[in-house]
């Protein structure tokens, strides 16, 4: 099975440290469909990601999704800021990072070995959140590309 999956990169990321976590996706309050993307992505890794900074496949029937726009909030970074903007950040990081822009396509497991070679220090990448909370996702990262990749 071939799919294309439209998605954040900070998204896959997230379902790959989830991975790493041991967490078992399943439906959300908020109606978004990270259960869904993450059974695509661990069940065919030739799946192909277009990557997008937009809104994607994930936050489609989302609650907090509003003509476009997420309007929730998150504290991620230490103190309450609209998710919409923080996720920008982050993508927009993680876009020049690895090399990417949007609408570059690759399928999971390229993403995932391209992500694994060359994200690099976390730190930086979420320069504003909280240090321990960033060493966590590190460890929980690093554990989710061992088991996407069979290692």
Known sequence: MQTTLRIKP?????IIRDFGEGREH????YGHLVHVAARTIREHPETVLELTAEPDEICLPCRFLVDGNCIDVTQSPGHLIPKDRWNRLIDGRIFERLGLKEG?????LEFCRL?????????SLYAEADRDKTTRRRGL?????????GE
Do not use: K, M, V, W
């Not at 900070?10 to 997230?14: I, K, S, V, W, Y």
């Not at 570059?104 to 999971?108: E, F």
């Open 104 to 108: 570059d396509r690759l399928t999971a």
């Open 115 to 123: 992500a694994r070679e060359r994200l690099g220090d976390l730190y």
């Open 141 to 149: 990262l690093e554990s989710g590309f061992a088991i996407y990749l």
């Open 26 to 29: 399943g439906p959300h309050p």
């Open 10 to 14: 900070h998204h896959f990321l997230d």
